[in-house]
């Protein structure tokens, strides 16, 4: 049984920065490719960022492009998105997510497990 948590989630101003990092309990960690998503009130869940089972290959939406860098450490079964220049926008619930594959995509459905979500609020 896969167990995903989600950390590092707060109320920041617009312009500031935070880290979440998604610890993995149960699995390969390594093995498998994963991803951060977001769903604000009101919106459907909607691709942030996604990275290959060994780093080596990352994405991040064009909404967060230059601004938001995802990572992982396999050593500590983790993976981390650093989110600068925040903006009100960026407000939402962060869900990290781990496919069975190592490969990445940036569909919702392509996840199978998911963690309970870090909320992050940016005030303007």
């Known amino acids: 049984q896969v167990q995903l948590v989600e950390s590092g989630g707060g109320l920041v101003q617009a312009g500031g920065s935070l880290r979440l990092s998604c610890a993995a309990s149960?699995?390969?960690?390594?093995?498998?490719?994963m991803g951060w998503f977001r769903q604000a009130p009101g919106k459907e869940r909607e691709f942030v960022a996604a990275?290959?089972?060994?780093?080596?290959?990352?994405h991040v939406a064009d909404s967060v492009k230059g601004r938001f860098t995802n990572s992982r450490d396999n050593a500590k079964n983790t993976v981390y998105l650093q989110m600068n220049s925040l903006k009100p926008e960026d407000t939402a619930v962060y869900y990290c997510?781990?496919?069975?594959?190592?490969?990445?995509?940036?569909?919702?459905?392509?996840?199978?497990?998911w963690g309970q979500g870090t909320q992050v609020t940016v005030s303007s």
């Open positions: 990275i290959s089972w060994s780093g080596g290959s990352t």
């Open positions: 997510a781990r496919r069975t594959v190592r490969v990445f995509t940036t569909r919702v459905g392509d996840f199978a497990s």
């Open positions: 149960g699995g390969t960690f390594s093995s498998y490719a």
